[in-house]
């Protein structure tokens, strides 16, 4: 259903996508999740017909994005990151409006616009002006604008931005209703648990370039082969890092603004224990030395580089 190949986009030196590349099956939602500046928008604005890639290539329901950019508007939905609403409107003006631009017909925009406002639970706001709603219920309507012309696929960038805990639960309900619609789905977010228990598989991109996919399972299992490990010193220890990075289990090594030593690290108990045997034979002052269990924040932010930078 939607397909990239090689996609690249540069803004004079700087790389916002380097060669990303990735295959979402019809009917499925994917998770596209990174740090903010990581390219996530730039990715979907290229889906969107927003933006042209430097290099490679795009596709939805096989058609080139860059080719026939309209033939593509035709087939998907798009929500932005910082969406726009015509706040002097009422609901249901809003709606009929961007109805019209997608040339349908009069006659068949009111059961439309109906079936819209039940889907994204707004039928009791259809006459009230748009600048009376709260945030979520304005970004259920800018999803309901998306999807007057039935698109096959939606793109949603951080839909559930700056929503109260209920208005994020409501908005995952609807994804997952849409998902039963057969809409493919592709939402972005910086925050990986918030997709954990929604999306078919998540692409985990940083600095422009996809750095895990699939399903979070199968990034979690990938990932909990190694280990993170923190280890407090007495005081701020050069020797301490010094001997932890010489250290060929060591993956990547990082301090945190308290003085704990968090370490990425591939061996097993026994070379744990070789490595503290280390640091006590060193004369270091280990005040701790365990292992972390593996959160999914603490996931997302050794495969985005969190750990080590």
């Known amino acids: 259903m939607i397909k990239l190949e090689g996609l690249k986009k540069t803004y004079g030196k700087m790389e916002a996508l380097k060669g990303v590349s990735f295959e979402i099956e019809q009917g499925s939602i994917f998770g596209f999740v990174g740090p903010n500046g990581a390219g996530k928008s730039t990715t979907l604005k290229i889906l969107a017909t927003l933006m042209v890639p430097t290099e490679g290539k795009a596709y939805i329901d096989g058609v080139d994005v860059t080719k026939y950019p309209k033939k593509v508007r035709a087939l998907m939905g798009y929500v932005p990151d910082f969406f726009g609403v015509y706040e002097r409107m009422k609901v249901t003006e809003y709606l009929d409006f961007y109805a019209s631009c997608y040339r349908i017909p009069g006659g068949k925009r009111k059961s439309i616009i109906a079936d819209l406002l039940e889907l994204t639970d707004l039928s009791f706001k259809a006459e009230a002006y748009v600048d009376s709603l709260s945030r979520g219920m304005k970004q259920r309507l800018c999803l309901a604008r998306s999807l007057v012309h039935d698109p096959k696929v939606l793109l949603l960038d951080e839909p559930a931005s700056g929503l109260d805990p209920r208005a994020r639960v409501e908005m995952r309900e609807l994804l997952r209703e849409l998902k039963n619609m057969g809409k493919s789905i592709v939402i972005s977010s910086h925050i990986l648990p918030e997709l954990a228990e929604l999306c078919t598989e998540v692409g985990i991109i940083e600095g422009g370039e996809l750095v895990a996919v699939g399903s979070v399972d199968d990034i979690t299992a990938q990932l909990q082969q190694e280990k ?82």
């Open 228 to 309: 993170l490990i923190q280890i407090k010193v007495r005081e701020k220890s050069i020797a301490a890092s010094a001997l932890i990075e010489e250290n060929p289990w060591v993956v990547a090594l990082n301090e945190t603004a308290d003085g704990v030593l968090q370490v990425r690290f591939s061996g097993d108990g026994e070379e744990q224990q070789k490595l503290l045997r280390a640091l006590v034979l060193a004369d270091l002052p280990v005040l701790s030395f365990a292992e972390s269990s593996n959160s999914l924040e603490d996931l997302f932010m050794q495969i985005t580089k969190g750990v080590g930078q």
